[in-house]
């Protein structure tokens, strides 16, 4: 039987499949397709280490050389903690998280399930409050030897399968907005109805105002009680010596949703002096819960 898998192929199967971006592309894929045509090296995938530059090497038929420390650096394979305490539910981790490792909901708790997580970080950037960390699950094993054949190939499929429904959401979005268009194109005109409905309206409208100021107010109170918790939590790991991880190199899709949050944090007139970061909630999603104690998320 023939053997149809392009060399980009085979590299993939070696790659450990994190997704996690650290080789300067934005998955595995493109990866092993950049180091078949040339484009990028072989020693640029810190999860696989030395045992994966080796692996490569050999189907390259190329020698063994030390990992490109630009990329990062061989460690034990890390898990996504959330601190349930801080977790606003803004749900920026999730739509990070490159294999649907993390369950959750705008308003909840998120949780990160631990035997889908791969390590990458990419959780942590985006994340308003600062409220994840990466703990070391493998003890003094890194590289290949914390990781599986069996764990990448699940991962591999976990990320198709998140990609296929990002385009799926994405076509219905799109479809849906062009429906909208259309809509409003055929539309008859009614300029001169519209122009003398505010002034029938106007009452009510004045009455509803007070009650939307007291919602803005509130969503106001309960972020900027996030916001506390996170400033003490940061000076506190700023007094152990801790910080912010994986803060370098992240992928422009990743960075997209950072510049969105800070930027709607500034419309919400929360850019103060400190270095908190974004905290409220997409503008399409629900405020922070309002029947909870702001201790306590």
């Known amino acids: 039987m023939t053997d149809v898998k392009t060399l980009a192929d085979r590299i993939e199967d070696l790659l450990p499949q994190t997704q996690c971006t650290k080789c300067g592309y934005p998955a595995c894929r493109p ?12 020693n640029q995938c810190p999860p696989g280490g030395a045992e994966g530059i080796a692996r490569l090497a050999a189907l390259l038929g190329k020698p063994v050389i030390p990992l490109n420390s630009a990329n990062g650096v061989e460690r034990p394979r890390p898990l996504a903690v959330i601190d349930e305490q801080v977790c606003i539910g803004c749900t920026l981790c999730m739509q990070a998280c490159p294999v649907d490792a993390i369950v959750g909901a705008p308003k909840q708790m998120h949780t ?24 070391p ?3 003094e094993a890194s590289g290949w030897n914390a990781w ?9 499929a976990r990320h198709d399968r998140h990609e296929t429904r990002i385009a799926r959401e994405r076509d219905a979005a799109e479809a849906r907005a062009a429906a ?23 009452p009510s409208d004045t009455s509803a105002s007070p009650l939307a100021d007291d919602a803005e107010a509130k969503k106001r109170a309960i972020i900027q009680a996030a916001l506390e918790r996170a400033r003490k ?9 801790e910080g912010p991880l994986n803060t370098e190199n992240v992928s422009a899709d990743v960075q997209a949703q950072i510049d969105a949050a800070e930027a709607r944090r500034r419309r919400l007139g929360l850019a103060g002096g400190d270095d908190t970061g974004g905290s409220e909630q997409p503008s399409d999603e629900p405020n922070p819960p309002s029947n909870s104690p702001p201790t306590a998320r």
């Open 31 to 42: 990866y092993a397709e950049a180091v078949a045509s040339g484009k990028a090296n072989y």
């Open 112 to 135: 990160v399930i631990a035997e889908l997580c791969t390590g990458c970080d990419l959780c942590v950037p985006p994340c308003p409050v600062d409220c994840i960390a990466m703990l």
């Open 137 to 139: 699950v493998t003890g």
């Open 148 to 156: 599986s054949q069996s764990q990448a190939d699940a991962a591999r």
């Open 180 to 202: 909208r268009r259309a809509a409003s194109a055929s539309a008859p005109a009614t300029a001169p109805a519209a122009v003398q409905a505010p002034a029938a309206t106007a």
């Open 233 to 241: 939590k940061k000076e506190d790991m700023v007094a152990k010596g």
